[in-house]
């Protein structure tokens, strides 16, 4: 029987912190949250967001675009909340509609306000260890490796998936923390044979049951980051829970595992955005 992380109840501490610090701000940190066209999924990550910030004393500004804005639109959206002294971060959800060009998206948000961690200066200051702020998700993994002792060093790590968001920053901050990282991708022959190697194992791919028992390791740490639907249409992740919960030693739950601890890290980077503002970093 493996223990649950429990990232609902984790968040929960998280963004209790960060209210307090934000309280003690002569200026109530700001995030400006641009959502552009009508994606169900994203309206819900949005509405989700929005109340983290009410929760945490951060005041939340939403630009609801049309589908069919232009990119010159949202372009001068943002070089106007780039300006705007009120405004700490500004969080654009992805994916945009099309034909909306997110890579210009990402580099017109100024460095010191992308709370996503998603601007190439802020990855490369990552990548060298002098990180501001850090990219939600993989930190949200750490804290909960933290939070439950489970130590990193020496560790055998696998990540499944390469995506910029998710698995590469998250084999940066393993790496970090001095684990030794694989990463693996649609293109990996004989998953099988590497995850079942894992001490610790990251799956951020977005296909329902990709991880199953034969896959991880006895006394495995499970980490799943994905949100997909089922046959159901229930909500899960990457993992059969059910067959690999038995094996592993700690398993995250989908939902409550990862995902309220990306949206709590989120916060924690706008807490950030808002000291250096302030002049106090
Ligand atoms: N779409 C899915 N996850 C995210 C995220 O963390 N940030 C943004 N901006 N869009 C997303």
Do not use: W
């Not at 960060?18 to 990550?45: F, H, N, Q, T």
């Not at 998936?161 to 920053?169: A, F, T």
């Amino acid at each position: 029987m493996a223990i649950q992380i429990d990232g609902k109840a984790l968040a929960k501490r998280v963004k209790e912190q960060v209210r307090e610090e934000a309280a003690a701000l002569s200026r109530k940190p700001g995030l400006a949250v641009i959502l552009v066209g009508e994606d169900p999924a994203s309206k819900v990550y949005v509405r989700g967001k929005e109340s983290d910030c009410a929760e945490c004393g951060i005041v939340s500004v939403s630009h609801r675009l049309a589908a069919d804005t232009s990119q010159e639109e949202l372009l001068s959206l943002i070089e106007a909340l780039n300006r705007d002294a009120a405004v700490d971060g500004i969080l654009c959800q992805l994916p945009l509609p099309k034909p909306l060009n997110e890579q210009l998206v990402i580099h017109s948000i100024l460095p010191d306000k992308d709370v996503d961690c998603f601007h190439p200066f802020n990855v490369g200051k990552l990548t060298v260890g002098e990180a501001g702020f850090l990219p939600c998700t993989p930190a949200g993994v750490m804290e909960m490796l933290r939070a439950y002792d489970i130590s990193v060093a020496g560790k055998r790590c696998v990540v499944l998936g390469r995506s910029n968001i998710v698995g590469k920053p998250m084999a940066t901050l393993l790496t970090q923390a001095d684990g030794t990282v694989t990463v693996c991708h649609s293109r990996t022959p004989d998953l099988k044979a590497i995850t079942a190697q894992a001490d610790i194992l990251v799956s951020a791919v977005g296909r329902a049951a990709l991880v199953g028992a034969d896959m991880v390791k006895d006394g495995a740490v499970v980490i799943d980051v994905a949100m997909n639907r089922d046959g159901e249409g229930k909500l899960c992740g990457d993992v059969d829970f059910a067959a690999v919960e038995p094996k592993a030693s700690y398993i995250t739950p989908v939902p409550g595992g990862v995902g309220p601890m990306t949206r709590a890290m989120l916060m924690r980077n706008i807490l950030t955005a808002a000291k250096d503002h302030q002049g106090l970093l």
